[in-house]
């Protein structure tokens, strides 16, 4: 069954004519009473404003990561052991003493 939607958005005037299959009324429906019975343009704009939101933060989160990369500030350490994470004091102490021997202290 083929299910029809009319909405109106009066700030820009776009009229949507969109055509549903079950699931997706299903879905339309759902969501109208999770957010409080709002009429089907307000679920619709909800809705589009939530996944423009979560793409915009996903291409942000990427550029970022890119731009660290970039930096050297991700991936910096050459050859490190995969417990770094866990025991980085020891190797970052271990790494000092070698640069700066003059300041090894007494173990």
Same mark, same amino acid.
């Given at each position: 069954?083929?299910?029809?939607?009319?909405?109106?958005?009066?700030?820009?005037?776009?009229?949507?004519?969109?055509?549903?299959?079950?699931?997706?009324?299903?879905?339309?429906?759902?969501?109208?009473?999770?957010?409080?019975?709002?009429?089907?343009?307000? $679920?619709?704009?909800?809705?589009?404003?939530?996944?423009?939101?979560?793409?915009?933060?996903?291409?942000?989160?990427?550029?970022?990561?890119?731009?660290?990369?970039?930096?050297?500030?991700?991936?910096?350490?050459?050859?490190?052991?995969?417990?770094?994470? $866990?025991?980085?004091?020891?190797? $970052?102490?271990?790494?000092?003493?070698?640069?700066?021997?003059?300041?090894?202290?007494?173990?």
């Amino acid at each position: 069954m083929t299910n029809y939607f009319y909405g109106y958005d009066s700030m820009s005037g776009l009229r949507i004519n969109a055509r549903l299959d079950d699931e997706s009324t299903g879905d339309l429906q759902f969501l109208r009473k999770i957010l409080g019975d709002k009429s089907i343009t307000e $679920v619709l704009k909800y809705s589009l404003q939530q996944v423009a939101q979560d793409f915009r933060d996903k291409a942000r989160a990427k550029r970022q990561k890119q731009l660290w990369m970039e930096s050297g500030l991700i991936g910096c350490i050459q050859d490190a052991p995969e417990n770094l994470s $866990v025991n980085y004091k020891k190797y $970052v102490a271990g790494y000092l003493d070698g640069k700066y021997p003059q300041h090894v202290s007494e173990k």
